[in-house]
């Protein structure tokens, strides 16, 4: 995915605004530490503005779609995420310490980093095909939104049966 921006013209003009959008049908990320291998589509709509002393806001959202396995009963689910993101850019060195600011070289700003990064963020910390997903059977692995099982209540997890077992034998 491209998401650069040319500044060429805009940096003559203190004030000037100009608009964005980017669109992608995947987005590899590859990300292993955060399990997510690829989403898509993408699309990065926003603006940017010469607001003077050679920096440059860039307002916008990220909109993205991804097809994701349920953490508790492994059925594909669709993951939307909506990220408003708001990036300050100079391609001066700032006698002000503020660490916000994103320096560049030249006339073009890659936002992809930053894109990458704010996904990764932004990212659900566990994707569930619903809030009262009941999972798997841990004894049969038949999923239990869909079937119910025969295995009885006795066998439901092997540290609560152990936990039986030591009640019976006291
Ligand atoms: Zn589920
Ligand atoms: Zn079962």
Known sequence: MIVRLNL?????IVGSISEFEFKA???????????IDSVGPVRVKGQIENI????????????LEATELCARCLEETKVRLK????FKFSDAILESEDEDII??????I???????NEIILNWPSQILCKTDCRGLCPNCGANMN???CRCKS?????????????????
Do not use: C, W
């Open 8 to 12: 060429a013209k805009m940096k003559q």
């Open 25 to 35: 049908k995947t987005l590899e990320l590859h990300l292993e530490r955060e399990g």
């Open 52 to 63: 003077g002393d050679r920096i440059f806001v860039a307002n916008g959202q990220i909109e």
């Open 83 to 86: 990220i408003n993101f708001s």
């Open 103 to 108: 320096l560049f070289n030249g006339n073009v």
């Open 110 to 116: 890659d936002l992809y980093p930053q894109v990458i």
């Open 146 to 148: 869909i079937t119910v």
């Open 154 to 170: 006795d066998n439901i997890d092997p540290r609560l049966a152990a936990l039986k077992q030591l009640m019976k034998s006291e």
